[in-house]
Structure formats: structure tokens, C-alpha cells
């Protein structure tokens, strides 16, 4: 018990684990990866698999800390968001309460995982007795939102994410809605930064296809590098959460990595993490107080 275990959604943008897996493997313990039995997506599409894609897996993963955890998810009853919360709920069970339960999509990249795991560790006493005590774990962002020409847009300033929890009771994909620990790291997230054909299939099959709105993907293929600052409110669901693109003219990852490093208007500091947790002390213990 309280070993680091991630866990994997595999699906249609399945070749992206070739990105994700490799940054978190040596720090984790044991890394699982869902993978729908019949090959469908949450909106009840089938997809097909490249075989070379387990040969890669079977040949990275020298340590053979790598399983497979083959299910039914796709349930024509429920929603896609409430089929992304099943799925996520059943990987945690599998992945063992009592452990850090991680949980990254493929198209997430941890910058400093081995970081991340180091604050994790400081609250270790949280997977004792977990369901007494639940907490989840937020990181931030640094979002792609279009690979251009010569280089990439992305989000202005990093965004709040959840990644891990002590307790898996999922309310919305891997939000729990217990009491937030947040933790100064960063996650490059491609989001909706595709090709536009691969953007479309992820708009049709993800978790969030029946909340995009209408006007999205016109204002995707039409912002650029040479216009997205005449442009406001970027986001899919609710436009205003991603209202400012920024550019960086590399699609380098070296490059980029070394940017957000360097770059203090894409680093948590130490003064807001500690009132942003302050604060969801307080709110935890109020909102504890009135349910008394």
C-alpha cells in the first residue's frame, strides 16, 4: 500500500501514451491502462488499434510495471461524461484504494513528475483510513490550444486540473469535490490542439461532446499565429475560462519545456499556492462545520 499507481484511458488517441507513459514510468510504481474490451468510445464508436502500439508497450516497459485492465465502458444508458467518471471510478478500484491514485489522459505530459510524487509523499497519512479523510490533488495546465505554422498558442497562464485523489468518489471525470490540495507543478495538456480531422473526432467521442458550443471549432480553424490577439474567450464549453492566447514560435518540445521553466508568468509562486490553499481549508472545514 500507499504505492504511486497511474492510471490510463485508452482510446481512439491511444498513440499519444507514447508521450505520456514515459515521463511518469520511473517514478511510478505500477501504471494501468483501461482499455474498453470492445473498442468503443464513449459515444459508441468503434475504433480500431495499430498491433505495433502493445509491441512499442511490451518493449518500453522494461520494468514490467505496465497492466492492462480490459473492461465494458461503454454503457448506451449513461452520458458521455457519466461513462468518463464510470470508467475513471473502476480503474481507481483496480489501481487499489490506499494507494495514490493518479490519473492522467494521453495527451497530458508531466514536466516534473518525480516533483510531483515529492509533494504527493508529504501527505501520505491521508491513505490511512482514506475514506475518513478525503482529499484530491490539483496541478496546473500549460495549454496547447493550436500547433500553427511556425509554432504553438496556448493558454495565457496555467490552469487547475485534478490529478490525483486518496479516495475515488468521482462526481465529474476525475473531480471528486473533496477538500483541494494544491501542488506547484505543470502539465502541458494538448487539449484541442490537433490536426483539425483528429480534433473532430475527439470533439464526437470525448467526455465533454455534449457540451461544446456551437461557435468553437469556426473560431478554432480561423485563429492563427498572425490574428489570435484580436480574439477573447478560446474556451469549448464555457468561453471565457481561456480568454487570452499567448505564442511561442517553436513546436519544439525541448523548447517549450525549457520556456515554461524559465517563464514566471507560467509558474505557480509560493505566495498564491499558499492562499489558494488556505482558502480551500476554510471552505472545507465550513462546509464540514454545516453538515454537522
Given at each position: 500500500m500507499k504505492k504511486i499507481h497511474v492510471g490510463f484511458l485508452f482510446s481512439y488517441d491511444y498513440q499519444k501514451l507514447k508521450l505520456s507513459i514515459p515521463p511518469v514510468y520511473d517514478a511510478s510504481d505500477r501504471i494501468f491502462i483501461a482499455m474498453?474490451?470492445?473498442?468503443?468510445?464513449?459515444?459508441?464508436?468503434?475504433?480500431?488499434?495499430d498491433s505495433s502500439f502493445f509491441d512499442w508497450l511490451k518493449e518500453f516497459d522494461t520494468d514490467n510495471k505496465i497492466e492492462i485492465y480490459r473492461e465494458n465502458f461503454y454503457i448506451p444508458e449513461l452520458t458521455a461524461i457519466e461513462m468518463d467518471t464510470r470508467e475513471r471510478h473502476l480503474l481507481s478500484l483496480k489501481m487499489g484504494i490506499g494507494n495514490w491514485l493518479i490519473q492522467i489522459d494521453s495527451d497530458e505530459y508531466f514536466i516534473d513528475f518525480k516533483k510531483f510524487v515529492a509533494n504527493l509523499r508529504k501527505y501520505d497519512n491521508y491513505l490511512d483510513n482514506p475514506e475518513n479523510k478525503k482529499i484530491e490533488i490539483y496541478a496546473f495546465w500549460l495549454i496547447i490550444y493550436k500547433y500553427t505554422e511556425n509554432g504553438?498558442?496556448?493558454?495565457?497562464?496555467?490552469?487547475?486540473?485534478?490529478?490525483?485523489?486518496n479516495y475515488p468518489n468521482y462526481k465529474c471525470a476525475r473531480r471528486t469535490n473533496e477538500r483541494i490540495i494544491y501542488v506547484d507543478n505543470l502539465v502541458l495538456h494538448e487539449s484541442v490542439a490537433r490536426s483539425e480531422s483528429e480534433l473532430r473526432i475527439k470533439l464526437e467521442n470525448w467526455g465533454h461532446s455534449n457540451e461544446v458550443h456551437d461557435d468553437f471549432l469556426d473560431k478554432w480553424i480561423n485563429t492563427n499565429e498572425n490574428n489570435y490577439k484580436e480574439g477573447t474567450n478560446f474556451y469549448y464549453i464555457e468561453p471565457k475560462r481561456w480568454k487570452k492566447l499567448a505564442y511561442f514560435p517553436s513546436k519544439n518540445m525541448d523548447d517549450i519545456l525549457n520556456v515554461v521553466k524559465e517563464?514566471?508568468?507560467?509558474?505557480?509562486s509560493k505566495t498564491k499556492l499558499f492562499f489558494k490553499n488556505l482558502g480551500q481549508w476554510f471552505k472545507y472545514h465550513w462546509k464540514k462545520k454545516n453538515r454537522i
Open positions: 474498453d474490451e470492445n473498442l468503443v468510445t464513449w459515444s459508441g464508436n468503434k475504433f480500431e488499434v504553438i498558442l496556448y493558454i495565457d497562464k496555467p490552469m487547475k486540473a485534478a490529478f490525483a485523489t517563464s514566471k508568468n507560467l509558474n505557480i
